[in-house]
C-alpha cells in the first residue's frame, strides 16, 4: 500500500517537512528455519515486510497486517527483536518528502504454511530464503536484524543512548 490517507493527510498541512512516524519490520521464520522477504519495488533490495502503524494500531497488529498486505501470509508476532531510532532511520524520498521512523522489529512465524506471493504493488518478488542463503542486493540493516532475529536473544536490542 502507498501512503496512507493519514499521512496524506499530514502532508497537505507540513508538506514536506521531517515527520516521525512508527514502524514494524516482521522477520518472519518459517518451520523450516527460512526468513520470508520482499524484493522491494522501491529500492530493488530484498527486505523483510515492514509498514507503518497506523492510527490506533498496535505495533504487532501492524506487523500482522503489512506482513499479510506484502505477502499474503498470516503470522504470528512472537517476540520483540529490537527498537530501532536515530539518524540511520531518516529517509528522503525522491517526491521530497522527509521522514525519520521509530521501528519496532517482531520474530514472526507463520500461523499456517502457505506459499508467499507478490500480494500487492510494493513488491517484485516474495519469497522464502534459507537462513544461512540471504540473497546479497540487502541493505546492512536488514541483514543486521535478520541476524539479531535469528539469534533468539530474549532481549530486545534498542539503539544506545547519545554519548
Known amino acids: 500500500m502507498?501512503?496512507?490517507?493519514?499521512?496524506?493527510?499530514?502532508?497537505?498541512?507540513?508538506?514536506?517537512?521531517?515527520?516521525?512516524l512508527p514502524g514494524v519490520t516482521a522477520v518472519v521464520v518459517n518451520e523450516r528455519d527460512e526468513?520470508?522477504?520482499q524484493l522491494r519495488r522501491d529500492t530493488k533490495t530484498w527486505a523483510p515486510p515492514s509498514g507503518g502503524v497506523e492510527p490506533g494500531e498496535t505495533v504487532a497488529d501492524t506487523a500482522?497486517?503489512?506482513?499479510?498486505e506484502e505477502t499474503g501470509i498470516k503470522v504470528l508476532p512472537v517476540r520483540i527483536v529490537a527498537v530501532l531510532s536515530g539518524s540511520d532511520y531518516f529517509v528522503t524520498y525522491p517526491n521530497?518528502?522527509?521522514?525519520?521512523?521509530?521501528?519496532?522489529?517482531?520474530?514472526?512465524?507463520?500461523?499456517?504454511?502457505s506459499a508467499p506471493r507478490v500480494n500487492d504493488d510494493e513488491s517484485l518478488d516474495i519469497r522464502f530464503f534459507p537462513c544461512d542463503v540471504m540473497p546479497e542486493n540487502m541493505l546492512p540493516?536488514?541483514?543486521r536484524i535478520?541476524?539479531?532475529?535469528?539469534?533468539n536473544d530474549p532481549g530486545a536490542y534498542f539503539d544506545p543512548p547519545s554519548a
Not at 2 to 15: M, V
Not at 96 to 113: E, H, I, K
Request: glycine share 4%; hydrophobic share 45%; proline share 6%.
Open 64 to 68: 500482522i497486517r503489512e506482513v499479510y
Open 2 to 20: 502507498p501512503i496512507s490517507e493519514y499521512i496524506k493527510r499530514i502532508r497537505a498541512k507540513i508538506g514536506s517537512d521531517l515527520l516521525l
Open 96 to 113: 521530497g518528502d522527509r521522514m525519520a521512523t521509530v521501528t519496532t522489529v517482531f520474530r514472526c512465524r507463520p500461523v499456517q504454511p
Open 146 to 151: 535478520i541476524i539479531m532475529a535469528l539469534e
Open 141 to 143: 540493516r536488514h541483514k
Open 35 to 37: 526468513v520470508l522477504l
